[in-house]
Each structure stands twice: as C-alpha cells, then as structure tokens.
Nanobody
C-alpha cells in the first residue's frame, strides 16, 4: 500500500488546514490509522490516531484543535487542523499506528506567527 498525504501549506497562526491521506494499491480498513509529524532533528511524533471502530486519540499538544476522521470506502484519512500555532510547523505523514505501510513524502505545514 502506498500513502500520499496532501493539503499542507502556509498559514498564519490561528488559521486552519485540512490534510488528506489517500491509499493506493490496497486498503487500510483493517488498520488503525494515524497522522504523524516531524521537524528536522527530531523524532517523528504521533499527532492523532483513529482506530478501526473510529475511536480517536490525540497528542496533548493538539487536543481540542485537530480532528482525525476516516472514510474506509474512499480509502482516505483526513486531519482537520484548526487554531494552528507556529509549533505545529512540520512535515505531516500518515500511516498505520504501527508503521505497517511504506512512508509517503508527507506534506509540509508552515504556520507563521
């Protein structure tokens, strides 16, 4: 399965972005899916998780601001990001919670102060 994240961009603090992750070559309906982010020099961190039963978990740093959702029929996972902060600046990736699929290129999110 190949994953392609999109929807990143440049936004001012307080703004919103909606990221989308599309899977090709297979389906992720049987997997818990997650969004991760990484900044240079730091480990990739889990931002949001959505289980197969649609239960969700979020990193404390994004709780109340980000919303993860999934569309199994459409083979997509979405991350709605509101009230963005400069510290949200990173490259965002999607994958299963256990990194079962190959990493795609990610999508850059830049939040200016």
């Amino acid at each position: 399965v190949q994953l392609q994240a999109s929807g990143g961009g440049y936004v001012q603090a307080g703004g919103s972005l909606r990221l989308s992750c599309a899977a090709s070559g297979g389906t992720f309906s049987d997997y818990h899916m997650a969004w991760f982010r990484q900044v240079p020099g730091k480990h990739r961190e889990l931002v949001a998780l959505i289980r197969t039963n649609h239960w969700t978990n979020y990193a404390d740093s994004v709780k109340g601001r980000f919303t993860i959702s999934r569309d199994n029929a459409g083979n997509t996972v979405t991350l709605q990001m509101d009230s963005l902060k400069p510290e949200d600046t990173a490259v965002y990736y999607c994958n299963t919670d256990r990194w079962a699929f190959l990493w795609g290129q990610g999508t850059q999110v830049t939040v200016s102060s």
